[in-house]
């Protein structure tokens, strides 16, 4: 019979620099690593013996393997999450490969691409919460930013008027990142429609840790109210037929207008557009406005940097022409990866014009993306332009209206929410 020897936290006990808590509700240190993992233990005991490994081996082993993967702090050890580590060492790899031969870069720039939308679409299906593509999106940020510091910038190409663009255009873009990532707009319950809470000590893994905001995570479980199907009342008015529709069971609460639950994030958020896995956290109220202004900031540094390389790695072409033909480019290898580098930028670039064309879209449309996929499940809404645009017509205003309503928005003010119909 196996044992776990675990200490027990105690509050009035704090931790230091290497320990934590480990998903068991034990206290553990960093030390201690490599010791007592059961869960990889069985899984090599039956690979030795070739029986047949369990199903959810796999995902324990790799649970265990992600919970004592850590860095010392100095309120106890943080948790690094081990989907952050991948882009970091692919990138560069697959990057300076391409570098070596055209149909190196060919193959690379065509594979690394399908390689991230097949990651996409697995974790997509599970519905599960992942720091690859965040770590992708800033470490190509930074990455190519410092490629154009050390292989650009010397050959004498750029003067300081265009570093320093540049330069703010990528401080920007980040600050407009950490602004997005402040949280989208949660729906939370009122305090007067709250019976009482329970409070747990480490929050799960399927709810979004700006939802928390630092505390510890709490369940509400709100009033008891019968819903009118339970009352055996035969009328029921306009109004409470609308607080069943747009019942939240998960999160127990009636959302506002144009709100919807997020199934990775866990939780409701106001006015949701959709989850976005680049930023790994939903665009909703608060947040949508940030986003397209990150969108903007990226797409304009990102144009005018290729701009800039391509006009230092083929100086007799013209910039269309250089990005499909340079010759010798490839007999230098510091010119090769700078030209590599803006290929794989235009890639990126491209993917994410398209995302702001739809964003444009939706927004003059007075439409959110959630609500253009529920249109069109559900057949209530015009396609146009092959599916560019969605005309669910409900909260279409005029153009003019619709951009100021969407400018005027609040980030903080919550819309009423009615009281529950359902309790915990």
Known sequence: ?????????????????????????????????????????????????????????????????????????????????????PPLILLPIFLHIAALHYLLGIVVLTAFPVLVLWYYYFTHQKKGRTQFFLSLALFSLFYIFYLFLTEVVPRGDVNRLQLGAVT?????????????????????????????????????????????????????????????????????????????????????LVCPPRAGHCRICGVCILRLDHHCVWINSCVGQANHRSFLLMLVFFLLTSLFGISLVLRSVCPHQSLMIALFYCPDVYNMYSSALCFT???????????????????????????????????????????????????????????????????????TVVPPTPKPTDFL
């Open 1 to 85: 019979m196996k044992k776990r020897s675990k200490r027990t936290l105690d509050q009035d006990d704090p931790l230091c620099c290497c320990e934590y808590v480990d998903r068991h509700g034990g206290r553990s240190h960093m030390a201690a690593c490599c010791c007592e993992c059961e869960d990889l233990d069985e899984a090599c005991d039956r690979w030795m013996k070739r029986e047949l490994q369990k199903p959810d081996s796999l995902s324990r082993v790799m649970d265990t393997i992600n919970d004592r993967l850590r860095v010392p702090w100095i309120s106890g050890a943080r948790q690094v999450d081990i989907s952050l580590i």
């Open 168 to 252: 703010m255009g990528v401080t920007l873009t980040v600050i407009s990142l950490i602004n997005t990532k402040r949280g989208p707009g949660y729906v939370r319950p009122l305090p007067i429609d709250t019976h009482c809470t329970v409070t747990y000590h480490s929050p799960p893994l399927d709810i979004d840790a700006t939802y928390l905001n630092g505390a510890r995570h709490q369940v509400v479980i709100a009033n008891h109210t019968s819903p009118p199907e339970q009352t055996g009342d035969s009328g029921i008015g306009p109004e409470r037929v609308e607080q069943r529709r747009n019942w939240c069971a998960v999160c127990k």
């Open 341 to 411: 580098c803006a290929w794989y930028s235009s890639i990126v670039t491209g993917a994410l014009l398209h995302l702001l064309v739809l964003q444009l879209i939706n927004v003059s449309y007075n439409v959110t993306e959630r609500e253009a996929r529920l249109a069109l499940r559900e057949k209530t809404g015009r396609s146009l332009l092959w599916g560019l645009i969605i005309d669910t017509g409900v909260y279409f205003q005029g153009f003019r209206s619709n951009w100021t309503e969407f400018l005027t928005m609040g980030k």
